[in-house]
């Protein structure tokens, strides 16, 4: 096993890594600060100068998460983030229509948070259908379709993939969600405030936010709860009554405020980011793929996140792949349970068996230097290790330079 290769001297790791968490944005940290301290009231204290500042914050940061989906203020409940957005509106509309129905539905690739949520529910006593993926891991809309009964409450498909970045056709399931009469959950952790998302256009009935990754803090995030028609659902906590009674708990202000600032940034600029992070995205992809046989790209090759990268190396180990790159900081990510690293449930839903994968994750402050630098970087990393599997043949069982004839995809 090779130690952790010489770092570039004095200079931390370039971070391409945004899909897992995001630097918070100077301008959003500028606007959370007087929360903690001069503003620092409660919401709910109704008497005093305090509680309305922080009131007002509050409804302006509605407000803005509103304006970036298409909704309407009286539409966004905050949570302390995608996940307990996602518990709250799986588990609440369970509960709240447990006497018409008990069947869910979602797929293979979903986040921890929605299969886990799905599982649960499973486990005391729902039915759940888990729909499979096409290669590029897209849901297909017959199977959907056909899954879809009169015992079903709710659908929870994600809008983009936080692994391969894969869109989903979100229109599409809109459409047939709400001709079937099925409330859809939508988390859209990795879609809002990367591509153009309308709650009204796209029919979604609940959608599920995180602050954390589109530049805003850790700990905050939203459900967008449809009013027209009304989505019922119960409240997981009891407590104050905060959040329409949705959301007992006195409101993280700060956070909540940099979740708006978050959000009007993201709808100020989605359109020149996403050209500019394609433009990255796809100088990363060239250099890698063009210089180094053997090279796969995972996830759908046009409907997918433009800050997402995600490549097969055939040849190579994983955990190696990543010792060897101490300079980057990123995921990987495999199906098989080799080294230490999770293997992928997102890989193995859409067949990738490759014993290597790196998932670029580019963001709002990554820089041409930098992908200059990945690139190269991966490039002689991946060379050095596929000449010393042949020096030593036995090592690695895969072949050195096998396209991806054998790795159990189709491309
Ligand atoms: C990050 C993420 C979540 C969880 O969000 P938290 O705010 O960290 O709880 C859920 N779904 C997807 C797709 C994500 O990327």
């Avoid at 180990?317 to 293997?343: I, M, R």
Wanted: with cysteine.
């Amino acid at each position: 096993m090779p130690r952790r290769m010489r770092r570039r001297m004095n200079a931390p790791p370039i971070y391409l890594d945004n899909l897992a968490t995001t630097q918070v944005d100077p301008r959003v940290l500028a606007v959370m600060l007087p929360y903690f301290t001069r503003h620092f009231g409660n919401p709910a204290s109704a008497t005093h100068a305090y509680g309305w500042a922080a009131k007002e914050a509050v409804e302006q940061a509605r407000a803005q998460v509103a304006a970036l989906i298409g909704a309407v203020p009286r539409e966004i409940i905050f949570t302390s983030g995608a996940t307990e957005a996602i518990n709250l509106a799986l588990k609440g509309v369970a509960a709240f229509h447990r006497q018409r129905g008990n069947h869910f539905v979602t797929s293979a690739i979903e986040h921890k948070a929605v299969l886990d949520c799905c599982r649960r529910l499973q486990g005391e006593g729902a039915e759940l259908t888990v729909l499979p993926v096409d290669h590029w891991g897209q849901v297909e809309l017959a199977a959907l379709e056909a899954a879809i009964s009169s015992q079903t409450i709710a659908v929870g498909l994600m809008a983009a993939n936080n692994e391969i970045g894969t869109i989903q056709p979100l229109a599409e399931i809109g459409a047939l969600t709400r001709s079937r009469g099925v409330l859809w959950l939508c988390d859209a952790a990795q879609a809002v405030g990367k591509i153009p998302l309308d709650v009204e256009a796209l029919g979604v009935d609940l959608l599920a936010i995180s602050a954390h990754k589109i530049y805003g803090p850790k700990g905050v995030g939203a459900l967008y709860v449809r009013r027209r028609p009304r989505v019922r659902l119960l409240p997981l906590l009891d407590g104050g009554g905060q959040e329409r009674g949705l959301r007992a708990g006195t409101l993280n202000v700060p956070g909540i405020v940099g979740l708006g600032m978050a959000c009007e940034l993201a709808r100020l600029e989605l359109a020149a980011e996403a050209q500019q992070l394609e433009g990255l995205r796809e100088v990363l992809r060239q250099r890698i793929a063009t210089t180094l046989p053997g090279v796969e790209l995972n996830g759908h090759p046009v409907q997918r996140l433009p800050g997402n990268l995600h490549l097969s190396f055939a040849g190579v180990d994983g955990a190696e792949l990543l010792l060897a790159l101490p300079d980057l900081a990123l995921s990987s990510g495999s199906a098989c349970t080799s080294g230490s690293t999770e293997p992928s449930h997102v890989l193995k839903a859409i067949g990738q068996e490759a014993p290597a994968s790196l998932r670029f994750g580019l963001g709002r402050f990554t820089t041409r230097v930098e992908i200059d630098t990945a690139a190269a970087q991966v490039v002689a990393a991946v060379k050095q290790l596929r000449s010393r599997a042949d020096e030593h043949p036995g090592l690695h069982h895969q072949p050195a330079l096998a396209g991806s004839d054998n790795q159990g995809s189709d491309s």
